[in-house]
């Protein structure tokens, strides 16, 4: 919750200034128009820091949205220093505000939103698994917003909306009925010693965290393989796991859906990449 | 532009107070979780109101999204009657403010974000058709989110960027190619005496205009048939339209692919529902 009125810490900037409101004709408020980082913020330190500018960076030139990384960097400087060692991180960049209708050409400039968020409370999660529940709610495909964190999330909020009481996570299938992701995680699974996780080529977001624990096992000389599979090859799998950057690695231990359940034990592919997450976190300076 | 500072006319309001920002923390910020409606106003009034209340009344029962629609009425009401007789109205409906990510459980209320916008100039295209391009951007699928105005649309940003000088409109097909709709309009398209429009039941946008002019077509014996055609269907057609809410029916001329250059004359049903939407604002009250 924004708590500017303080003095003592600074919870939110946009475009520099201590503001936690934006204009209603921001594009963000009419077209979700821009894409946002969600960062783990550790000893003052934003977590992956490089890859998760990369993405930004990545998502802004795709949609033709200026981004000046100077500026974004002094500003979250700016914000961090103000705030607690440990926290999240929210960028948001929109198009800004400005021109009617879809087009963009009378768009004075871009607008960064800059949020400070608590910690979320500690869990078990991480040691003893997650249950998780398949979502009726399907993704939409488009190989053009596939693997980018842009500002269009129904889909994700209308997913989370079927995690209940006794789940952490929901498993989200695309339109055609294959894998993606959960609906704030990606997805691993390992069988007969490969592991697996879904291509990102037509839905889903191509997270930090995925692209950290690949780059781990690449050096270790294991291959994540990308796949386009039904949920009964999931069901076939060793052990699933989940990540992304503020919640780390969650082994998956029960997966239902409707009344079929099916439970993972905790491999060890998911314990190598627990022990990744650890490494990164401690070596963080 | 907002001009909320004159005391003359109020340009918008927010949960029924005169303001022109919102919370950075409103899910339409963070996640586009609302919907909207775009409405002409005309002679003070609110034109085909209630086809555009029915879809979003509609949108936020499927997005469950509580709406007091007494409480909305009374707001566009009070904001109508600050403003010109002849404008246009865009009512934002967003799940709300708070929660930490994307779940939906801890939010207080949902918000009401209402503009009045200056009408758009005049212009001969009704009269005298407009060029429209094909966009190379492609509209994502979903069997969810298709027919509703929802605040996920980067899709139609990134299609009207492609409608370059010289055009009025983009035309826009889905991830399989098939032709869905413009990025601010419906299509029509009629061939051997007989009316289509694409079928929206992974794509595109149920528009007002169009199901005013279905209803109408169809008094008279004649059903706008849906059908899921490629482009070269189109590029088949005896005459080629456009509608929506606020600018009413367009001609296609001219369709512009690339290279290829495809022209249309003016034809009967166009000229048919010219008149039908003629029709309502002369006996609108």
Not at 16 to 40: A, H, K, M
Not at 108 to 114: K, Q, V
Not at 173 to 185: A, M, P
Request: glycine residues 8%; hydrophobic residues 40%; aromatic residues 6%.
């Amino acid at each position: 919750m924004p708590d500017d009125s303080s003095g003592q810490s600074i919870k939110s900037l946009v475009n520099g200034q201590d503001s936690s409101v934006i204009s209603i004709f921001d594009r963000s408020v009419l077209y979700g128009d821009g894409c946002f980082e969600t960062i783990l913020i550790h000893q003052h330190k934003p977590v992956l820091a490089e890859l998760h500018y990369q993405r930004l960076v990545e998502s802004c030139k795709l949609f033709n949205i200026p981004l000046d990384c100077r500026v974004l960097d002094s500003e979250v400087e700016q914000l961090l220093s103000l705030n607690a060692a440990s926290g999240i991180l929210k960028i948001i960049v929109s198009r800004g505000s400005g021109g009617r209708g879809y087009g963009a050409a009378e768009i004075s400039e871009t607008s960064r939103i800059l949020q400070f968020h608590e910690t979320p409370p500690e869990t078990n999660l991480q040691k003893e698994g997650a249950n998780v529940v398949l979502c009726q709610h399907r993704l939409a495909n488009s190989s053009v917003l596939a693997g980018h964190k842009n500002l269009n999330r129904l889909d994700q909020v209308l997913a989370s909306a079927e995690i209940v009481d006794g789940f952490s996570e929901g498993l989200c299938l695309d339109q055609n009925g294959l894998l993606v992701e959960g609906c704030k995680s990606n997805l691993l699974m390992a069988r007969g010693g490969e592991l697996y996780t879904p291509g990102l080529q037509t839905a889903g977001v191509r997270g930090v965290m995925l692209q950290y624990l690949q780059a781990k096992f690449e050096q270790q000389g294991i291959t994540i393989l990308p796949v386009h599979w039904a949920l009964e090859e999931l069901l076939q799998c060793d052990e699933v796991f989940l990540c992304n950057s503020i919640m780390g690695v969650w082994p998956v231990i029960k997966l239902v859906e409707n009344a079929r359940v099916c439970t993972f034990p905790i491999g060890s592919f998911t314990q190598q990449a627990i022990r990744y997450h650890h490494e990164l976190l401690a070596v963080s300076p």
